[in-house]
């Protein structure tokens, strides 16, 4: 049995059986026998499909995006943003995919040459929690264009955002076979992963990463598409007090269980650097935290679950031990368990461990000047996001150039990022598959041709060779 869990109140909102390990083969069976039907389906007849489901979405989003807060504890205004970048991605899917992996066709002497894009097949997609909904609809969406068949399983911990995704496919007519829920916590997803899949597209932590990049050595014919999380770096280099609400935004949106989330500020030693430090203290610690259905609208709701929690205390505790300095507690809120504070701590000159805590957590970096601070943005087995807080273009210029990342933004949070542009990181935090707009790389591959008619006779340029 999979229950979903609010982490508000402790409540059983949802719960169902488990895929069992020999349903999954069978449903991976049926998903490829499928895959000749829906590959040869016009790409007209796709895009109405997926058309189709977006305008289910649109027609079912406040209770969607009720059962993800509840399911998730994300304040309500943040789930509705949720369902309006799902509803989104349609569009945006099916330009990427006409720019990224259409056809297109070129006059030749002997006839024409041809590039085409294929489907790979019978695509795994993985789910996280912390957009149940979003993350995994940038995977399905490409990859059902593109020709694919399409399994998901969701996070364990938002079950109920995959049916609900599931049943709007199925009432748009892209049902089973052709996509596939797959119900279940590791053990459902360690049994898709060894079927006979052709790709496994995935959001989630580094450590899953990597452990998926062994898993496929020996089995170099399945698209693995990876997007995983950062130690991500913020150089703030004065305006203190403009500053402080794209540091807020950056580290602590989402109850910071974004994988874009600022783990890191970096600022100049200093009277500069403690007037960052200061605005950005007074403004955390006025955020507002709260449950999603609370009266007044909150900044910040619970981790997903008490489990969550007790990590992100346990590596807080840790950083303490080896000497941090608690410019912000990390505390639990005298709620339910899953509640915790916004928390800042200074680590200037600390060996610590380059990892990320998927928490709203802060660890402040006071630097001598701006080539040390773009030093200590690089010190990471991480790429994902970084960012540079600056009037200075000529900071910014130095700053971009040396930068290691996917996502490099200036003077807006590191969490931005555009659904028609690329989103991914290098190290730790990918695979050098990049996903938003870029998904209809892994989702299809390319196929060239030279093409004629007629069977050209090349008999002459082969008779000055003959004996």
Known sequence: MIRSIDPVTGDVIWEGEETAPAAILAAVQRAREELAVWAATSLDERIAAVRRYAAILKERSEDIARDISRETGKPLWETRTELASMIGKVEVSITAQAERAGSREAAMPFGRAVLRHKPHGVMAVLGPYNFPGHLPNGHIVPALLAGNVVLFKPSEEAPLTGQHMAQALRDAGIGEPVFTLIKGGRDAGAALIAADIDGLLFTGSATAGAQFRRMMVDRPHVQLALELGGNNPLIAWGAAETSAAAIVQSAFITTGQRCSCARRLIVPAGMEGDATIEAVHSLAARLRIGAWDDPEEAYMGPLISAGAAQKAIDATAALHAMGAKALLPFERLDRSDAFVTPGMYDITGLAVPDAEIFAPVLQVIRVPDFDAAIDAANATRF??????????????????????????NWNRPTTGAAANMPFGGLGESGNHRPSAYYAADYCAYPVASFEADNIVDLFDEIAPRLL
Do not use: H, I, T
């Not at 130095?398 to 996917?406: E, I, K, N, Q, V």
């Open 383 to 408: 790429g994902l996001s970084a960012g540079l807080l600056s009037d200075d273009p000529a900071l910014w210029q130095r700053f971009l150039a040396r930068s290691r990342a996917g996502v490099v």
